[in-house]
T-cell receptor, first 115, second 115 residues
Framework: SQQGEEDPQALSIQEGENATMNCSYK?????LQWYRQNSGRGLVHLIL?????REKHSGRLRVTLDTSKKSSSLLITASRAADTASYFC???????????????FGQGTILTVHP | DTGVSQNPRHKITKRGQNVTFRCDPI?????LYWYRQTLGQGPEFLTY????????KSRLLSDRFSAERPKGSFSTLEIQRTEQGDSAMYLC?????????????FGPGTRLLVL
């Protein structure tokens, strides 16, 4: 079953603009990860944020995590046409402190960046 | 580091036939996961291995599905008596337990079409 819900389901912007995607989840987690998937291909890991972290940066990416609201956001700054892809959040659920690393994915946000 | 590889990349089969997919994880990774992804959805967890032991199976994994990881290296996923509902992308991922937050690295996937 899908744990997370991404919002919006689709986002269309111009090159150079910022893109923000949100993810909500339901259970206690060890960490939350964001992945990118180009059309019909495998997933590429973007960034991981642990449950005790609130914000993380990687290049043009900024991720926030609010465990009290069970939500996360991914911000891509100065977007490029090459950022066009589907973006998924995935949670590593905290099942009594034991983490097997099993990920539960949301349905994804389709981002289109127009040149 | 050659990444996670999967073979075949595409498989077309007729309903009722058996199919087998192979996944070669990153060589030092002890954890291996199988996921299934249908069009417009995020990946859904199927099963997980730590070394050669299969430690968890999803309810999605019916009796027609079997996975193995002999010697804790590559893994195979077999689907017996395929049904049209099995058509999906089958993704394999690997990770190193105790590593930096259990980042999973995905292969390119095997796209299955059951006619």
């Amino acid at each position: 079953s899908q744990q997370g819900e991404e919002d919006p389901q689709a986002l269309s912007i111009q090159e150079g603009e910022n893109a923000t995607m949100n993810c909500s989840y339901k259970t206690s987690i060890n960490n939350l990860q964001w992945y990118r998937q180009n059309s019909g291909r495998g997933l590429v890991h973007l960034i991981l944020i642990r449950s005790n972290e609130r914000e993380k940066h990687s290049g043009r990416l900024r991720v926030t995590l609010d465990t009290s609201k069970k939500s996360s956001s991914l911000l891509i700054t100065a977007s490029r046409a090459a950022d066009t892809a589907s973006y998924f959040c995935a949670t590593d659920e905290n099942a009594g402190g034991t983490s097997y690393g099993k990920l539960t994915f949301g349905q994804g946000t389709i981002l289109t960046v127009h040149p | 580091d050659t990444g996670v590889s999967q073979n075949p990349r595409h498989k077309i089969t007729k309903r009722g036939q058996n199919v087998t997919f192979r996944c070669d994880p990153i060589s030092e990774h002890n954890r291996l996961y199988w996921y299934r992804q249908t069009l417009g959805q995020g990946p859904e967890f199927l099963t997980y291995f730590q070394n050669e032991a299969q430690l968890e199976k999803s309810r999605l994994l019916s009796d027609r599905f079997s996975a193995e990881r002999p010697k804790g290296s590559f893994s195979t996923l077999e689907i017996q008596r395929t049904e049209q509902g099995d058509s999906a992308m089958y993704l394999c991922a690997s990770s190193l337990s105790g590593g930096a937050g259990e980042t999973q690295y995905f292969g390119p996937g095997t796209r299955l079409l059951v006619l």
